[in-house]
């Protein structure tokens, strides 16, 4: 019993030591690991900090590039969100490789797994692509009022995925990219001017004619209606039941609605006999630019020696 003490002794001692070794192993393991964690989470806190500044310094200089006009506000949006994404991904990159996967092994995953990845982001694939489309053949801008799927509204912003619009009431609507591109697209905005076109139906013993007068001297005798082309008013259907007339006149965009309505309220009180309110006040005149911002505006819209 004696003679086995020492080799008991012995055993003990290097079962100790080979303990104490595996502790000391994964205490350091879990110091590396600990150490990696915090430097990962600082990584990506700098990369949310970099997207930001990214997607800001990306608009500030698509907006220096049209110097002599308003900004882009179209491709300002749509270049600083593709800048955001780029940071973001290449942050997250460098993330999963602090925390031990190698940029290979990460490139190698993503290779082999991409026909899975296209496959179940297709819908948002064919929506950058289609985002992509929008903005090389720009059928609208920021800012500009359509009519995209039923919904009419003006446009707030072009990502790479959606498109945002704020209908009149004030809704916000979101539209993916895809489904906008292969839609009907009508853009009131485009044009600088549009013309009102309001039709009436008059019972057929009404007098068209002096109705139809009474509305052309109604659009001509409103401010916001444009001199030329020169407003009409003509007969467009004779009906067993009624007769059918139109005038026609031009305006601004922004004056359209406004016109339109004034029109239209002619129309149902000429056709029941009414008498018309005065037609609307000239707008007021826009004040002149103060005289430095006058000399900045020469100064930007002066072509470059």
Do not use: C
């Not at 982001?121 to 985002?131: D, I, M, T, W």
Request: charge should be positive.
């Amino acid at each position: 019993m004696q003679t086995l003490d020492p080799e008991l002794s012995a055993q003990l001692q290097r079962a100790l030591a080979t303990d104490e070794t595996v502790l000391h192993k994964f205490a350091r393991a879990a110091g590396d690991m600990s150490v990696n964690l915090v430097v990962a989470v600082i990584i990506l806190v700098a990369t949310f900090w970099a997207a930001g500044w990214a997607d800001r310094v990306a608009r500030r200089l698509i907006g220096r590039v049209n110097r002599l006009g308003p900004p882009d506000v179209t491709l300002q949006t749509f270049g600083g969100s593709a800048a955001r994404y780029l940071v973001v991904v290449v942050g997250v990159i460098a993330v999963l490789q602090k925390l031990g996967m190698q940029a290979t092994s990460i490139l190698a995953v993503l290779g082999a797994a991409s026909l899975a990845v296209g496959l179940a982001l297709q819908g948002a694939l064919s929506n950058v692509a289609a985002g992509v489309m929008l903005l090389l053949f720009r059928p609208y801008r920021v800012g500009d009022v359509v009519e995209i799927a039923g919904r009419v509204g003006t446009v707030q912003a072009l990502d790479l995925f959606v498109t945002e619009l704020a209908t009149p009431d004030n809704v916000k609507v979101v539209l993916p990219n895809g489904k906008v591109f292969g839609d009907v697209i009508i853009n009131t905005s485009f044009h600088p001017r549009r013309r009102v076109d309001v039709v009436v139906r008059l019972e057929p013993k009404v007098d068209a004619v002096a109705i139809l007068a009474a509305l052309k001297a109604r659009a001509e005798a409103n401010p916001l209606v444009l001199p030329e082309p020169a407003p009409m008013s003509e007969v467009t259907g004779l009906f067993e039941t009624y007769v059918q007339v139109a005038v026609r006149a031009w305006a601004a965009q922004p004056d359209y609605a406004a016109v339109r309505a004034d029109l239209l309220l002619a129309a149902r009180l000429l056709a029941a006999g009414e008498a018309l309110p005065p037609p609307p006040a000239a707008p007021a005149p826009k004040p002149a630019p103060k005289p430095g911002r006058a000399r900045r505006l020469r100064r930007l819209s002066a072509p470059d020696a």
